[in-house]
């Protein structure tokens, strides 16, 4: 069992229409990060949230945390032909002092021109 | 500007072969991590090391070993391949292991036959 479900897991769009990409656990964490990957590199970490509620944005991406901490949504504005990679989700849990870091299997996502 | 470096890009192994695959850090970072990336599965971890001097075991350990060198160098050493290690291997560091920021190496691509 995933502990960390991301959805859609592909998905295919025109440049310069927005998208959503879902993070979703049973699980309450600590923090949450948001990585994006490019074919031949490893993730490249965009945004953490900690608090249940926080909104960050990064140029066209919102990133939310759930309230309970247990979900978060990344929105992408008027995609990019440079937005075109594998999105993941991570989540901290911790259990009285011990920290796991857990991995979603990911959204790929295409942006067409 | 190096941040994380692994070594090679790409290998190829015969069944039975061992090989050990470098890593090192130029952020003065304490905790390393070894991950494999397998289609569907996500990131799963394999070593890390806390700091200097420690090892643990992640959540797919079997047919690997580590050796934290010092601060800067983490390998990961393969015994005996298998094809079932067929994967792309990630090195990452963190300045601690409690808040899921991770910087990646670029991966190494590697085949047993």
């Known amino acids: 069992t995933q502990l960390l479900e991301q959805s859609p897991q592909f998905l295919s769009i025109q440049e310069g229409e927005n998208l959503t990409v879902y993070c979703n656990s049973s699980?309450?964490?600590?923090?949450l990060q948001w990585y994006r990957q490019e074919p031949g590199e490893g993730p490249v970490l965009l945004v953490t949230?900690?608090?249940?509620?926080e909104v960050k944005k990064l140029k066209r991406l919102t990133f939310q945390f759930g309230d309970a901490r247990k979900d978060s949504s990344l929105h992408i504005t008027a995609a990019q032909p440079g937005d075109t990679g594998l999105y993941l989700c991570?989540?901290?849990?911790?259990?009285?002092?011990?920290?796991?870091?857990?991995f979603g299997t990911g959204t790929r996502l295409t942006i067409i021109p | 500007n190096a941040g994380v470096t692994q070594t090679p890009k790409f290998q190829v192994l015969k069944t039975g072969q061992s090989m050990t695959l470098q890593c090192a850090q130029d952020?003065?970072?304490?905790?390393m991590y070894w991950y494999r990336q397998d289609p569907g599965m996500g990131l799963r971890l394999i070593y890390y090391?806390?700091?200097?001097?420690?090892?643990d075991k992640g959540e797919v350990p079997n047919g690997y070993n580590v050796s934290r060198l010092n601060k800067r160098e983490f390998s990961l050493r393969l015994e005996s391949a298998a094809p079932s290690q067929t994967s792309v291997y990630f090195c990452?560091?963190?300045?601690?292991?409690?808040?899921?920021?991770?910087?990646f190496g670029s991966g190494t691509q590697l085949s047993v036959l």
């Open positions: 990452a560091s963190s300045p601690t292991t409690t808040n899921g920021k991770l910087f």
């Open positions: 699980s309450v964490f600590s923090s």
């Open positions: 949230v900690v608090t249940g509620g």
């Open positions: 991570a989540g901290t849990i911790s259990n009285f002092g011990n920290e796991k870091l857990t």
């Open positions: 952020m003065n970072h304490n905790s």
């Open positions: 090391s806390a700091s200097e001097g420690t090892t």
